[in-house]
């Protein structure tokens, strides 16, 4: 389990805690673990607030203020990142390690033109001339399919749709091919076509060049059809992790299956996996999904679970959970 | 029985600025919706749904065409703002967040279009009280503001807000596309629910297909401007006979890794530019049935079954094709066997 035997990222019992004054710590992150190898595409899939972003941010050494990380080790490509100065820290950010976020409107500079906010990462990090660099941003254009590259370059955010200002944003993030890239719920605002082209992308580029990716979304969808390993988070801990069709031939982890049942349309079936009457809320000694289980026992409430294997490389974090004959 | 609202070849074009050009955002739309049923709009961003849910309430002008709203018709001095109709058209919003005043309460803003509807205090309190139960909102959640609630009970407050005047028709405007699947779902039971008992008629418009189809009795599937194809809900995804909706229903992810896309038609690029459209078929530049006819010749809709109508000069060609096997309902099917075991 220790050391980095070629994972391209190896978190381990990570928590990272907002304190609040006057009141107890809230832990975004509870203990943790994540590896990814290189060319491997991981799903994190939970809902707003489980930590999912919060993650992605500890990975990249970003947690908002008053946020801290408190353990834990981020280990990429060998290196501890929690441990890098803000100057090292930097060369990494954007060169090796990027992130595509969601929102990209409100990332993007608005008074300047898209291609030179690509050409700008080429030219920090790489070492080119400018005018290298523009041409490196003008083929990134054509690579995540913008029509009419040459004129778009020189436009400004406004004047891009929704659909074409997350590709820029991702044209950002892929322009000096890094070997890890977060993707914090990037799609989820891009229509259902420019979506799968969008993911294609993204998985072609992590073929090509062999880079890790994180796929951090709310669309357990998505993760079905991208991703190879897919890890459930759930109030800042991981609550299922598996690969992808040992995943979705039998989800094991009572919270994965509620997320999956919110693509039924059976509401009979639905409603029997979502627990309404408790208002709710996380729980402090047991499980912290035991207020919305609806396999909650005495003993979910008194003593907190721990991540154990179902079957190989399927781990569940779940005193009582669902087995393929139950 | 004549429907309760009836869109006839609804143009709306805006005059690009310095220029003699014009973005033809609308061209030619006609559908109707009947009572207590719900149309779908659904298309890419850029195919004008948005536009024509403002031009049937009124928030902006259509260039041409007829919207007759209980059988007399929408336009200046009649629209959603007027005496008459105030109230009986209602709205919802895609980001439920930026839709409700953030220093208002949401029990005020739930009673605000009472207000205006002249009804007194009292009432308003009891109507209030009355919209939150039904819309399953905590009695807490109506004495808090919009930040101290999650974007579900927000989206919940924005509906309530909408249907507390028992409006005949509700535009729905992506109202699920900023939310967590779980609270979609909830958000979706309660849609159907509010429908089923009060019989409101919704004007769904939404990029979001997995939705669309439990919801909806008819679909209406718009691309530049223009209904491609439209059909009952079943029927289309079933079945899309518009190369245009096969592209967009096999781009839709559903969470089971065996229900992979269907290659037939594959929609590359994204929607082109609604400037100076060329005569011909919108999709002609992106479809691979398109021939000399299609870059020529606008199709018209044609009935391929009752209630059906698409416009493609080459549907048959479609039907023809074997591989638009129905994942939804093979989704459907397969969650159901996942779903039965092991609940409480």
């Not at chain 1, 979506?195 to 998505?222: C, G, H, P, W, Y």
């Not at chain 2, 509700?170 to 849609?191: G, N």
């Amino acid at each position: 389990m220790s050391g980095s035997d070629g994972a391209m990222l190896d978190v381990s019992n990570l928590w990272v805690g907002f304190p609040s004054y006057g009141e107890q710590t809230h832990h975004a992150l509870k203990g943790v673990d994540l590896r990814i190898a290189p060319g491997e595409m991981i799903g994190l899939v939970g809902e707003s607030g489980s930590g999912k972003t919060t993650l992605a941010r500890a990975i990249m050494g970003l947690v908002p203020p008053p946020g801290v990380v408190e353990k834990g080790r981020v280990l990429f490509a060998g290196r501890d990142l929690t441990a890098l100065g803000d100057e090292a820290r930097r060369a990494v950010l954007g060169r090796e390690l990027a992130m595509v976020i969601p929102n990209p409107r409100a990332e993007l500079n608005p008074v300047l033109p898209v291609g030179r906010q690509i050409s700008n990462v080429a030219f920090y990090h790489l070492g080119v001339s400018r005018k290298e660099a523009d041409r490196i941003a003008l083929d990134m254009l054509r690579a995540v399919r913008i029509p009419d590259p040459e004129r778009r370059f020189a436009a400004y955010p406004h004047e891009l749709s929704g659909g074409m200002a997350q590709r820029v944003v991702i044209a950002i993030a892929l322009v000096c091919w890094p070997r890890l890239v977060i993707s914090d719920d990037a799609t989820s605002g891009l229509d259902v076509t420019v979506q799968s082209q969008v993911l294609d992308l993204l998985q072609t580029m992590v073929r090509e060049k062999q880079a890790a990716t994180l796929f951090i979304t709310r669309d357990i969808a998505i993760t079905a059809h991208f991703c190879a390993r897919i890890a459930i988070i759930y109030a800042g801990e991981i609550v299922e992790v598996a690969d992808t069709r040992s995943f979705f031939t039998r989800p094991h982890h009572p919270y994965s299956i509620m997320l999956l049942a919110a693509f039924s349309h059976n509401p009979a079936l639905r409603a029997r996996w979502t627990r309404t009457e408790a208002a709710g809320g996380v729980a402090t000694g047991g499980c912290a999904f035991a207020p919305r289980c609806v396999r909650r026992q005495p003993r979910c409430t008194q003593e907190a679970p721990v991540l154990r294997q179902m079957a190989a490389g399927h781990d569940v974090r779940c005193h009582f959970p669902v087995d393929a004959a139950a | 029985m004549s429907a309760m609202l009836d869109v006839q070849n609804l143009v709306k074009l805006f005059p690009l600025a310095g220029t003699r050009k014009v973005v033809q955002a609308v061209n030619g739309v006609s559908f109707t919706i009947n009572r207590g049923e719900t149309l779908s709009l659904v298309g890419e961003s850029g195919s004008g749904k948005t536009t024509v849910g403002r031009c049937i309430l009124g928030l902006i002008d259509a260039t041409s065409g007829d919207i007759i709203f209980d059988g007399q018709p929408m336009g200046r001095g009649r629209d959603i703002r007027s005496k008459a109709l105030r109230g009986r058209v209602q709205l919802v919003f895609q980001e439920p967040a930026e839709s409700l005043d953030p220093r208002i309460r949401i029990g005020a803003t739930l009673a605000e279009p009472l207000r205006f509807l002249g009804v007194n205090r009292a009432d308003r309190d009891k109507r209030v009280r009355e919209v939150a139960e039904h819309l399953g909102l905590p009695a807490r959640v109506l004495d808090q503001y919009p930040a101290e609630l999650s974007a579900g009970l927000q989206q919940r407050a924005g509906i309530g807000r909408a249907v507390i005047t028992r409006p005949e028709l509700v535009i729905l405007d992506e109202p699920t596309s900023a939310l967590d699947p779980t609270a979609r779902a909830e958000i979706v039971d309660l849609l159907i629910r509010l429908q089923a008992e009060f019989g409101t008629a919704y004007l769904l418009i939404t990029h979001d297909l997995s939705t669309v189809r439990f919801v909806s009795h008819r679909v209406a599937v718009l691309y530049l401007g223009s209904i491609v194809e439209e059909a009952p809900a079943e029927a289309l995804f079933a079945r899309p006979l518009h190369p245009y909706s096969v592209g967009l229903l096999s781009s839709v992810l559903l969470p089971d890794p065996a229900l992979t896309r269907t290659s037939a038609v594959r929609l590359e690029g994204e929607i082109p530019s609604p400037i100076d459209l060329p005569p011909g078929c919108a999709l002609a530049g992106r479809c691979p049935f398109a021939d000399a006819r299609c870059r020529a010749e606008r199709p018209v809709p044609v009935a391929v079954a009752p209630q059906h109508f698409v416009s493609c000069f080459h549907h048959d060609k479609v039907a023809a094709l074997d591989d638009t096997t129905d994942n939804f309902a093979r989704f459907q099917e397969d969650s159901a066997r996942l779903l039965s075991v092991g609940a409480g």
